[in-house]
């Protein structure tokens, strides 16, 4: 979750601009909004199982974290 904060949260992009879905998706999934792969690879299949609760839960609390449009290294 952590590459999850730091990487993908911001103004310009990131978190800010996708669905909670999409955010679901690339948690569950490892699948970004344009169909590939976050990198550097993000563990996935350890949240594949969660449950709709505890990613509903997720998802509310990076939704809480300000942006970071600083230091942010785009791959």
């Known amino acids: 979750m952590n590459h999850l904060a730091q990487h993908c ?10 669905s909670d879905d999409e955010i679901k998706r690339a948690i569950t999934q490892g ?10 690879p993000m563990a996935y299949a350890g949240y594949a ?3 709709a609760e ?3 839960a997720i998802v509310a ?4 974290l ?5 230091g942010v290294t785009r791959r």
Not at 9 to 14: A, E, Y
Not at 61 to 64: A, C, D, G, L, P
């Open 54 to 56: 505890d990613l509903d």
């Open 9 to 18: 949260i911001g103004s310009r992009g990131g978190l800010g601009q996708l």
């Open 66 to 70: 300000p942006p970071r449009d600083q």
């Open 49 to 51: 199982t969660m449950t």
């Open 61 to 64: 609390f990076v939704r809480t």
């Open 31 to 40: 699948v970004a909004r344009d169909g590939r792969k976050p990198k550097p």
